[in-house]
């Protein structure tokens, strides 16, 4: 499966985007779990977000609860990250992950080196 995410740009401080990540290729959209992972420059790649097969579980990072909603249309094979109230440290390069394997969801969702399938990155810049 390839995934496609788009969405990122350069915004103010609370100000809103929207992520999609698209994905193609011989696909079951509804059998995979999705994350979002965020990468700034210097710093390790870190968990944002997580969404369950059928959409209805989700998981957060504490930095980003409250602010970004995830949500996934298994109909358009795609994933959203809705982040709204952006601050300065939530600049990054974001990507979007995927998997099948449902024990990695219920017990390493939040572990990038789990997920086997990944888009290529969005820049999110967020200025104060």
């Known amino acids: 499966v390839q995934l496609q995410a788009s969405g990122g740009g350069l915004v103010q401080a609370g100000a809103s985007l929207r992520l999609s990540c698209t994905a193609s290729?011989?696909?079951?959209?509804?059998?995979?779990?999705l994350g979002w992972f965020r990468q700034a420059p210097g710093k390790e790649r870190e968990f944002v977000s997580a969404?369950?097969?059928?959409?209805?579980?989700?998981r957060y990072a504490e930095s980003v609860r409250g602010r970004f909603t995830i949500s996934k249309d298994n109909a358009k094979s795609t994933v959203y990250l809705q982040m709204n109230s952006l601050k300065p440290e939530d600049t990054a390069v974001y990507y979007c992950?995927?998997?099948?394997?449902?024990?990695?969801?219920?017990?390493?969702?939040?572990?990038?080196?789990?997920?086997?399938?990944w888009g290529q990155g969005t820049l999110v810049t967020v200025s104060s």
């Open positions: 992950a995927a998997d099948r394997h449902r024990s990695i969801y219920y017990t390493h969702y939040d572990k990038f080196d789990q997920y086997t399938y």
């Open positions: 969404i369950g097969w059928s959409g209805s579980s989700t």
């Open positions: 290729g011989p696909t079951a959209f509804g059998s995979y779990f």
